[in-house]
C-alpha cells in the first residue's frame, strides 16, 4: 500500500428534517431514533491531515485558534478510528476551517468530522467506501454520518453507517438558515442528550414515537410532497425539543426570536406559504421551503427582530477528497450571505 502522508476533504453541514437524540444503550455512539436530513451546500468544512513522524501528540487548529481539552481528544479518537488496524498511529498536524459559525447549533461537528473523516482516510492513501467512511464519522458524531452523502440521507436507530436516500437534484428545495445567536451554546448535544435521557419523564415515549415520524418524513421526501414533510418534521423537532426542555436541570436552547418565528410561520403556511421550521441544539431557525420561494422566503426572516442574518442553502454534494494544490486558506463561503 502506498502512504501519502497528507490528506485534504471538504464536507458539508446538515440538517436533520427527521432528528436523533439520544444514544443507543448498545454503545458506540450508535443513535436510539432514527434520523433523517439533508446536506446543507452553503455550510462547509475543509480540513487537512498531516501525519508527522517527529511530532509527540496530536495539534489541532481550527478557524485559526488551536484546540485544546475534550475538542482534542475527540479529533484524536478520530484519527485513531482511521488507524485501527494498525499497531500504532503516527501523530498528525490537523488544520481546519468552517466557513459558519462553530458549536453554535450549526451543526459544525457534523461538518467537521465527517470532513476529517475523509481527510485522514485521504493522507492514509486508502480508498474506503463512503458507507465506511459513514460509519466512521458516525463515531465521532452520530449526524457526521449522515454529511458523508449528498442530498437526503438516513442514520437508522442502532444501525452503524448512514445511507443515501435521494440525490441532491431529487426536489428543488432549500433551507434557510436564520441565524438568533451565533455564540456557542450553553451545553453541548453529547452532555445534552445524556441529560435528557436521564432526567426527561417523556423521554422513553419520545423513543418510542420517533421512528414513526421518521416515516413520514421520508415518505414525504420521496414523493416530494411538502405538505407532509412540514407538518412531521415540525412534530420531530417539537417532540424533541419538549424533552429537552422537560429535563432536569432543562436543556433550553431557544430564545425569544425563535418563538416568535414559530409562530409566524405556522401562520404563513396557513396562508400558502411553502415554509416550515427546525431547530437543533441552538436557538436558530432553519426554515424548509421550495427552490422557487427562497426570496420571498429570505424578505421575511431579514425582517424579523433578533435575525441576525440569512445564510442560504440549496441540496449539497456528498463529502470528498481535495487535491492538494487546492488552497485550505480560502474557506469555502456561502454563496449568499445577507
Ligand atoms: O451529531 P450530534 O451527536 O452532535 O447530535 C446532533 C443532534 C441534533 O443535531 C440535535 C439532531 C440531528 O439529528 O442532527
Request: glycine share 6%.
Amino acid at each position: 500500500m502506498t502512504t501519502s502522508k497528507i490528506g485534504r476533504a471538504e464536507a458539508c453541514a446538515n440538517i436533520a428534517l427527521a432528528k436523533y437524540w439520544g444514544k443507543s444503550p448498545l454503545g458506540d455512539n450508535l443513535t436510539a431514533v432514527p434520523s433523517l436530513s439533508l446536506t446543507l451546500d452553503a455550510l462547509r468544512s475543509r480540513t487537512e491531515v498531516k501525519w508527522c513522524t517527529d511530532q509527540e501528540q496530536d495539534e489541532v487548529v481550527l478557524n485559526g485558534e488551536a484546540v485544546v481539552g475534550r475538542p482534542l481528544q475527540r479529533v484524536s479518537h478520530a484519527l485513531d478510528l482511521v488507524h485501527q488496524e494498525k499497531q500504532e498511529r503516527p501523530k498528525a498536524k490537523v488544520l481546519s476551517l468552517n466557513n459558519f459559525p462553530t458549536a453554535a447549533g450549526l451543526a459544525s461537528s457534523a461538518s467537521g468530522f465527517a470532513a476529517l473523516i475523509c481527510a485522514a482516510a485521504h493522507a492514509t492513501g486508502e480508498k474506503l467506501p463512503s458507507s465506511e467512511l459513514s460509519n466512521l464519522a458516525r463515531k465521532c458524531s452520530a449526524s457526521a454520518g449522515r454529511s458523508i452523502f449528498p442530498g437526503f440521507a438516513e442514520l437508522l436507530a442502532e444501525t452503524g453507517p448512514g445511507a443515501p436516500i435521494a440525490p441532491a437534484n431529487h426536489w428543488d428545495v432549500a433551507m434557510l438558515v436564520a441565524v438568533i445567536a451565533s455564540g456557542p451554546k450553553p451545553i453541548g448535544s453529547t452532555g445534552g442528550m445524556l441529560q435528557t435521557a436521564q432526567t426527561c419523564p417523556y423521554y422513553s415515549a419520545w423513543v418510542k414515537d420517533a421512528p414513526a415520524v421518521f416515516d413520514e418524513v421520508k415518505a414525504g421526501v420521496l414523493e416530494r410532497d411538502f405538505e407532509r414533510v412540514a407538518i412531521h418534521m415540525e412534530h420531530s423537532t417539537r417532540m424533541m425539543h419538549a424533552t429537552m426542555i422537560t429535563s432536569l436541570p432543562p436543556v433550553i436552547y431557544l430564545k425569544g426570536p425563535t418563538i416568535e418565528l414559530m409562530h409566524e410561520i405556522a401562520k404563513r403556511r396557513q396562508k400558502g406559504h411553502p415554509e416550515a421550521y427546525t431547530m437543533d441544539a441552538g436557538p436558530n431557525v432553519k426554515v424548509f421551503t421550495l427552490g422557487n420561494h427562497v426570496a420571498k422566503t429570505q424578505a421575511f426572516l431579514e425582517s424579523i427582530p433578533g435575525v441576525e442574518k440569512v445564510i442560504i442553502c440549496r441540496p449539497g454534494p456528498a463529502a470528498a477528497e481535495l487535491s492538494l494544490d487546492s488552497s485550505l486558506e480560502t474557506a469555502p463561503r456561502s454563496r449568499e450571505l445577507s
